[in-house]
């Protein structure tokens, strides 16, 4: 989910913990337990400062380690902790379960939307991504919204929370009730289907679609249920050439194919140099496949300049290209 989204769970968090009966009894404990739950809804993704460093290494490690299973576990231990070093008074047990439930919630909702974690690290490096919520559902957030008010009006935080997650649930089940019957779609058409990867937008009618055959990927989108097959492309491996052995060693192109399980390429040859980039079939926006990885590389197969992320438009991606050299 996005920031504000877990940011907005920690405090419902926060506000559910007012049904635990000891809570209830203490109020320097449920404001730990409150600052508990908001940090822990947001520590998993202390690794957005890897932004600053540069796009491969931040799309290698985004939602990766961070949300593991030993991460998860060492938040749970070092959040309420460092809380409970600045209130040693308050119940560390009942700091620890409120603050590892933020965690835990935060990881958890992350899988199901089109981006998804490596939640089951260090079992499995697979990303796990369910897709059937948005990153930014406005539904999600709008419901949070509301009981915030509610609690700042003056109803009960906990039942107020409480049914607002009920409700929530029941959402999540018919996100996924819907994706079902779409994929099962897909698979009665195309007898060959190897995997299908559905993104929802931020509209809750209108969903991308991307479909693996043995022989093909098709780009769709469904709206109100109806499948529209946009592009077509042939599955093709990558190319055992020189030029491609070369740009796949870059960092930025190694990135991308850590990351994208869906993608085609392309090899252009200019005067004085070839580029070769990767498109990432699943975000298809506005005619545009945004979330590409390029490498560039002169006649002697050295890389002059190389970039992976989202670019919008082509003139974009060429300033990036030029701003930066490999």
């Given at each position: 989910m996005d920031t504000g989204t877990h940011f907005a769970m920690g405090i419902a968090l926060g506000g559910l913990a007012t049904l635990d009966p000891v809570i209830q009894?203490?109020?320097?404990?449920?404001?730990?337990?409150?600052?508990?739950?908001?940090?822990?809804?947001q520590a998993p993704d202390i690794d957005t400062v890897l932004k600053l460093r540069n796009n491969a290494v931040y799309i290698r490690n985004h939602r990766g380690i961070t949300h593991s299973i030993p991460a998860v576990i060492l938040w749970g231990i070092a959040i309420p902790?460092?809380?409970?070093?600045?209130?040693?008074?308050?119940?560390?047990?009942?700091?620890?379960?409120?603050?590892?439930?933020?965690?835990?919630?935060?990881?958890?909702?992350d899988i199901f939307n089109a981006y998804g974690t490596q939640a089951y690290r260090p079992f499995s490096k697979r990303w796990v991504a369910y897709g059937f919520i948005n990153t930014f559902d406005p539904y999600i957030f709008l419901l949070h919204i509301i009981g915030i008010i509610a609690w700042s009006i003056g109803l009960h935080p906990g039942y107020t929370f409480l049914i607002i997650y009920?409700?929530?649930?029941?959402?999540?089940?018919?996100?996924?009730?819907?994706?079902?019957?779409?994929?099962?779609k897909i698979q009665d058409y195309y007898k060959d289907v190897e995997n299908v990867v559905t993104s929802p937008t931020i509209r809750h009618n209108i969903w991308?679609?991307?479909?693996?055959?043995k022989d093909s990927f098709y780009v769709g989108r469904a709206v109100n249920?109806?499948?529209?097959?946009?592009?077509?492309?042939k599955r093709k491996p990558?190319?055992?050439?020189?030029?491609?052995?070369?740009?796949?060693?870059?960092?930025?192109?190694?990135?991308?194919?850590?990351?994208s399980p869906i993608y085609r390429w392309e090899i252009d040859?200019?005067?004085h140099y070839t580029e070769v980039r990767l498109i990432d079939l699943r975000y298809r926006s506005k005619g545009r496949y945004p979330f590409v990885a390029v490498v560039t590389l002169d006649n002697d197969l050295t890389?002059?300049?190389?970039?992976?992320?989202?670019?919008?438009?082509?003139?974009?991606?060429?300033?990036?290209?030029?701003?930066?050299?490999?």
């Open positions: 009894q203490d109020p320097t404990l449920f404001h730990a337990v409150l600052t508990g739950t908001i940090l822990g809804s902790s460092l809380i409970y070093a600045f209130a040693p008074e308050v119940n560390f047990f009942h700091l620890w379960l409120w603050s590892f439930l933020a965690v835990i919630l935060h990881v958890f909702v009920f409700v929530i649930a029941l959402y999540y089940v018919k996100r996924y009730l819907e994706k079902r019957e779409m994929v099962h991308r679609i991307a479909i693996t055959t249920g109806n499948i529209v097959i946009i592009d077509e492309f990558l190319p055992d050439l020189p030029v491609m052995n070369k740009a796949i060693q870059d960092d930025n192109m190694s990135a991308f194919l850590s990351f040859e200019y005067d890389i002059i300049s190389s970039y992976t992320g989202w670019v919008f438009s082509e003139e974009k991606l060429q300033k990036k290209l030029e701003a930066l050299p490999t």
